[in-house]
Each structure stands twice: as structure tokens, then as C-alpha cells.
């Protein structure tokens, strides 16, 4: 199981950027993290394929947008009005279980993990 994170790069502040995760399965769940320097990784969005539900951190509600294309397999997050404190490292994970909503949140419930892209915002 592969994840291509990709997308990232250097951006303005109220700019905008779209990464890119392609899998090489077609997973249940997929949500997208973030970890910026000295930080612990923390959710950013996810989303069930079978039905579509999503789920947000309220730190980007309103300003990032996750969506999929399922016949590529690939995962989506729109990020607009991007800010300083958006910078991190993002990283796509996925899991074969369709995740409740709650657990989408949670590094533990995902099994397969890309190698991140990097997000730098500047002011």
C-alpha cells in the first residue's frame, strides 16, 4: 500500500494551494494531518468514501475543503486563505475501515501513512 503526497510549496498569505494524495488501494477513510515545527501532528480532515461524510478540524472550517476522485483513488484538500500558522508539514493517511466521524480525528485509526509535503505560508 502506497500514499503520493504531493501539492505543497511556498505560499502568500490569503493564498491558495491543493495537494494531492494518490493511493495505489482504495480505502475506506482518508484524512489528511499536519505537524508543523516543534508540534505534534494534529488532524486537519478526513473523509469516508462509501457515503461521503467529512469531517474538519475547526481550524481550517470554512477554508479548506477536502474531496476526492474515487476512480483515481486520489484525495484532495483545498486549502484557501491560507495563514502563517498554516505552515506544516501535511501528511495523507488511510484506513480499509469506514471510520466514525469521531475517530477520523485520531493518528491511531489509520494505518497507512504518506511521507508528507511541505506547506510554508508566509506573512
Known amino acids: 500500500v502506497q500514499l503520493q503526497a504531493s501539492g505543497g510549496g511556498l505560499v502568500q498569505a490569503g493564498g491558495s494551494l491543493r495537494l494531492s494524495c494518490a493511493a495505489s488501494f482504495s480505502g475506506y477513510t482518508m484524512g489528511w494531518f499536519r505537524q508543523a515545527p516543534g508540534k505534534e501532528r494534529d488532524f486537519v480532515a478526513a473523509?469516508?468514501?462509501?457515503?461521503?461524510?467529512?469531517s474538519y478540524d475547526n481550524s481550517v472550517k470554512g477554508r479548506f475543503t477536502i474531496s476526492s476522485d474515487n476512480a483515481k483513488n486520489t484525495l484532495y484538500l483545498h486549502m484557501n486563505s491560507l495563514k502563517p500558522e498554516d505552515t506544516a508539514v501535511y501528511y495523507c493517511a488511510a484506513t480499509n475501515r469506514r471510520l466514525t466521524i469521531g475517530s477520523m480525528w485520531t493518528q491511531s485509526s489509520y494505518s497507512y501513512w504518506g511521507q508528507g509535503t511541505q506547506v510554508t505560508v508566509s506573512s
Open positions: 473523509k469516508r468514501w462509501s457515503d461521503g461524510n467529512t
